[in-house]
């Protein structure tokens, strides 16, 4: 982001040291949730010609923009297809990464045995990749992303069900596994409850499989997270089915997966959560009249210099922020000029996203005079 807050800095560093806070700065209060490897793929491929790299650079290409919008049909855009032909164009590094086979073979028995595993790792360029779905009015999802706690029980039939736990020594690691993966592809920050004592004997598998969230709220409230997604997945027909709910800023959203086999149905599980998140918090594009419309944020409660930096480094941050200007500090209170990459209504969004910025109605403050611009309320509770 192009961001321009050095004019008022020195002023406001100044003025927060002078209230007797400046030990704050050796203290770092807890981020909010940022996805990692959202520009990087590792894909299987079978050998090293050029022909095999530029069919997985097409491949990771699609799954990154898949991550990046947090849109899984976004591959099917025209922009998007026209830009998989040249996939090579986006692409910052990459490498390749050969697994050594594990067989014990010597000598001439060790001709015979299986070939290691070759993996192509390619790390995209961020800046063509965010200019590619931006400049064709597609979503943009940022890095800052709500952490979301998973309640899923797996049946298997013949009585075989379980809730699963993040217990290090998991019984289940197939499940867990595949979680996981899907989680990765779609770029979400997930975590697994416990599933200790306190957990067993608040959520049962009935629970979730009979689609009852007043349970899983309440046993969630021990853990820090910012959405709740539950279900469950069992064998049906020759197939898998999993139903889903994801509860998110008090809105509750339920739909269905299918798929072939257990890893599939509980990818559907992810991959819809992630969906329904980003069609929240996604940038959606400039406005109609394709002019961007400035907004203010109006920040009180900021007493400390670590409280500063960390709300500048938020902003100079948040993907619908294109760039962000400090107006005015005064008594606590900090107001920036805000010129979002969309629309505004993608900044209210994303910070209230930030479990450490109460949104206040504009109706318990002043309003400013002579501005028509839309203004933005919060106040610093971390």
Do not use: C
Not at 53 to 81: E, M, T, Y
Not at 233 to 242: A, L
């Amino acid at each position: 982001m192009n961001s321009s807050m050095t004019g008022l800095r020195a002023p406001v560093l100044f003025i927060l040291l002078l209230t007797g806070f400046a030990a704050a700065l050796f203290t770092r209060p807890a981020a909010a949730v940022e996805a990692a490897g959202l520009y990087r793929i590792t894909l299987p491929v079978a050998d090293r010609s050029p022909e095999t790299r530029d069919a997985a650079f097409q491949q990771a290409l699609g799954q990154v923009l898949i991550k990046v919008s947090g849109n899984s049909q976004v591959v099917a855009q025209p922009p998007v297809q026209e830009a998989m032909k040249n996939s090579a164009n986006y692409v910052q590094q990459f490498a390749y990464h050969e697994t050594q086979p594990t067989s014990g073979a010597v000598g001439a028995a060790a001709a015979d045995a299986p070939s290691g595993k070759l993996d192509l790792q390619v790390r995209f360029d961020p800046v063509a990749i965010d200019r590619l779905l931006s400049s064709n009015g597609l979503p943009l999802w940022g890095r800052e992303r709500p952490l979301v706690i998973l309640w899923i029980g797996v049946s298997r039939g013949n009585g075989r069900r379980f809730i699963l736990g993040s217990e290090s020594d998991s019984p289940h690691p197939a499940a867990s596994q595949a979680v996981e993966q899907a989680a990765r592809i779609r770029g979400l920050p997930i975590f697994l409850p416990l599933m200790d004592l306190q957990d067993q004997s608040a959520v049962r598998f009935s629970d979730l499989s009979g689609g009852f969230m007043g349970p899983v709220l309440q046993a969630s409230a021990r853990y820090d997270a910012n959405a709740v997604l539950a279900g469950a997945v069992r064998p049906s027909g020759g197939q898998w089915r999993g139903q889903w709910q994801l509860e998110f800023r008090n809105q509750r959203q339920e739909w269905g997966s299918d798929g072939a086999s257990e890893a599939q149905a509980l990818a559907g599980g992810i991959g819809g959560a992630a969906d329904r998140l980003a069609a929240m918090l996604a940038v959606s594009g400039l406005p109609s009249g394709g002019r961007r419309q400035v907004v203010f944020v109006r920040i009180d409660g900021v007493q400390q210099v670590a409280a500063f930096a960390r709300i500048e480094h938020l902003l100079d941050k948040l993907a619908p922020v294109k760039s962000a200007q400090l107006v005015s500090a005064d008594s606590g209170e900090l107001v920036f000029r805000v010129v979002p990459r969309g629309q505004a209504d993608d900044v209210a969004r994303n910070l209230g996203l930030i479990k450490w910025l109460q949104s206040m109605q504009a109706a318990t403050v002043a309003q400013p005079v002579g501005n028509s611009a839309k203004t933005l309320y919060f106040r610093y509770n971390p």
